[in-house]
């Protein structure tokens, strides 16, 4: 379970860090998916991992929000 939730991370930082990737990521998640792992596995796997990147992403996105807060107070 542990080397999954490395790699979403891994996933979610490259993502994050590639204008490109994001992009693509919005458009067609499995798609940018294979593009990170650079491999081609059948897309009912790949939509588990796009749903694991979403969620860390949305958790990320939720930390820097309530960090911005903090700073407010």
Same mark, same amino acid.
Do not use: R, T
């Given at each position: ?26 458009? $067609?998640?499995? +798609? &940018?998916?294979?593009? !990170?792992? %650079? /491999? ?5 796997? #790949?939509? =588990?991992?796009? $749903?694991?990147? +979403? &969620?860390?992403?949305? !958790?990320? %996105? /939720? ?5 911005? #807060?903090? =700073?407010?107070?």
């Amino acid at each position: 379970m542990d080397n999954i939730k490395e790699k979403i991370e891994e996933i979610v930082e490259k993502i994050k860090s590639s204008k490109d990737l994001a992009e693509l990521f919005k458009e $067609d998640p499995i +798609k &940018a998916i294979e593009k !990170v792992l %650079d /491999v081609d596995l059948p897309d009912e796997i #790949l939509e =588990k991992v796009v $749903d694991g990147v +979403k &969620a860390k992403m949305a !958790v990320d %996105d /939720v930390k820097d929000v309530l960090g911005a #807060l903090k =700073k407010l107070f």
